[in-house]
């Protein structure tokens, strides 16, 4: 099976625009997470995706959405971006429920100007 | 906000010494699962452990788990120059909020 696809791999903004990410889960996985990576905070959870369904929110401003589509695939969306946005954002797809194994891709590294 | 806090946080060692690396966190929990991060990559999910668990293995990785004490280790036996690294655990808390600590930066030298 592939595994877990995330685009771009890099992207760079400048502050105030928006920006979109992509993850492909592995196929016939369901569940979905992201994550925010950054020297600072460390690893930060910020939402999970179950059927097209949000399932769980982590401590992130409004800035941040997602969303799920019936394939199980999923996209994170950043408006208004920020200097502190520049991360490494990580999706996370298991078979179903977040309790089960994660399998990670391999990030999208965003840098905001 | 982070759940877990890796000690120690950075530890080098030789090839072949056993490596042990501790978590602890600080509110109930479904599971704790540990991964590992090479060079600001994505994770890989080493083992999961579910809070009726006190100990697992897989291959030459022994986790343990003490509920009581709120803490985990995870225990890298004979370890290879590949096992360099950075180690995280995991927590599924039973809010359904999964928090991962700041990592241990695992060094083993050839």
């Known amino acids: 099976k592939a595994g877990v696809t995330q685009t771009p791999r890099y992207l760079i903004k400048t502050r105030g625009q928006q920006v979109t990410l992509s993850c492909s889960p592995i196929s016939g996985h369901r569940s979905v997470s992201w994550y925010q990576q950054t020297p600072g905070q460390g690893l930060q959870f910020l939402f999970e995706y179950f059927s097209e369904t949000q399932r769980n929110k982590g401590n992130f401003p409004g800035r941040f959405s997602g969303r799920q589509f019936s394939n199980s695939r999923s996209e994170m969306n950043v408006s208004t971006l920020e200097l502190g946005d520049s991360a490494l954002y990580l999706c996370?797809?298991?078979?179903?429920?977040?309790?089960?194994?994660?399998?990670f891709g391999p990030g999208t590294r965003l840098t905001v100007l | 906000s982070q759940q877990g806090e890796e000690d120690p946080q950075a530890l080098s060692i030789q090839e072949g010494e056993n490596a042990t690396m501790n978590c602890s966190y600080k509110t109930s929990i479904n599971n704790l699962q540990w991964y590992r991060q090479n060079s600001g990559r994505g994770l890989v999910h080493l083992i999961l452990i579910r809070s009726n668990e006190r100990e697992k293995h897989s291959g030459r990785l022994r986790v343990t788990l003490d509920t009581s004490k709120k803490s985990s280790s995870l225990l890298i036996t004979a370890s290879r120059a590949a096992d360099t690294a950075s180690y995280f655990c995991?927590?599924?808390?039973?809010?359904?909020?999964?928090?991962f600590g700041a990592g241990t930066r695992l060094t083993v030298k050839p």
């Open positions: 995991a927590t599924d808390g039973k809010n359904n909020d999964m928090r």
């Open positions: 996370a797809s298991s078979l179903n429920v977040r309790e089960n194994e994660q399998f």
